[in-house]
């Protein structure tokens, strides 16, 4: 593997000064956050945002969210925040929660897509942290992926579709929660889930601040439909091989649905991607066994989810079913990724 830069043990200085160059010249890299890793450039550069557009091929109406290592950078971004936003700020950053804000127009138009509003957030990374803060520039940053893929939690994983359409990767090992942040706005004192990851609803009202889900989170969106969060309507994180997602429901239940479709359907080459407590039931049915983590570990599974839904397609099978799970703390982001890269196609 070209132009990669390998921070899993530490942060050499020289290196960072090389990926500083790149950024501050207008290039586009591949870096680490704590969620998922991803691209990025000088959110104030038309010409090098630009870049991040083409090398995941993204529709140009879905705005990017900018990465910020210090408070004076938030000041470059936005001149606008409330109370309750701060409250936030304080006691979830650096991490990874996204905050939606009025924009005061230094980022690039491309950035927002046109939008008032632009998305912020401090990661919890060191690596992230420290590449921001030495180009000393908000560094606009979609996940690392080809637009409707999954997005990466290893380098491995996004390498191959991403060489050749970035200037270098910042190599810094697995993503600690593996699903994208957390994206809320603040409405009239309530704080609005747009789209939910690691920090939950239930992590949120613990704050004392209302909190609601929108109403997007679980549905399938119109192309033609008008929705806050536009990266929502996007097809997205679904494999090529037809995937079905079974609710979450008791242990039994859930395998006689899967005992049921096999039967239902003999021709059919099917796997199962499952919690790993339900392998043994799987295990004589003669369809292939993917373990996920466990029932009792959602965090576990977070990890896992998106480098399983690549490897789905890499097992030769006309269907997979997808063992869902409990829509409560950052099970909700879970089924919510789950449920778009199943095309809804629910059992
Ligand atoms: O964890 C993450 O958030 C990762 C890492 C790299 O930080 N980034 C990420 O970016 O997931 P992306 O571009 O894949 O998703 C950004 C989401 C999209 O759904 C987009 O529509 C929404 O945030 N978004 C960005 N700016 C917005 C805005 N001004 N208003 C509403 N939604 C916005
Ligand atoms: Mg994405």
Known sequence: MNNIYDFKQ????????????????GGIIV????????????????????????????????PLIVHISNYNMLEKVTTDIGDIERRLMEKFWPGPLTIILKSNNNVSKLVTAGLSTVGVRMPGNDIALKIIGA?????????????????????????????????AFVDGGETDIGIESTVVKVENSVVKILRPGKISLEDIEDLGIKVTLDEHVFKDVKHDEKVE???????????????ILIEFDKDN????KVDKYIKENPSLKIAIVCFKEHSIYYINKNIKCIEMGSVNNQLEISRNIFSILRFIDKLDVDVCLIEGMKKEYIGTAIMNRLIRACEYNIL
């Open 229 to 243: 969060s536009p990266g929502m309507k996007h097809r997205h994180y679904a494999p090529n091989t037809k995937t």
């Open 31 to 62: 870096f680490p956050t704590e969620t998922v890793y991803g691209i990025g450039a000088d959110a104030t550069r038309d010409d090098a945002v630009k870049k991040i557009f083409i090398a995941k091929g993204r529709p140009q109406d879905n």
């Open 253 to 256: 239940i859930m395998v006689d």
């Open 10 to 25: 530490n942060v050499k200085k020289s290196e960072l000064d090389q990926i500083v160059k790149i950024i501050n010249s």
């Open 135 to 167: 180009c000393n520039t908000p560094i606009a940053a979609p996940s690392a992926n080809v637009s409707g893929k999954p997005s990466g939690t290893k380098l491995e994983d996004i390498y191959d579709e991403l060489k050749g359409k970035v200037d």
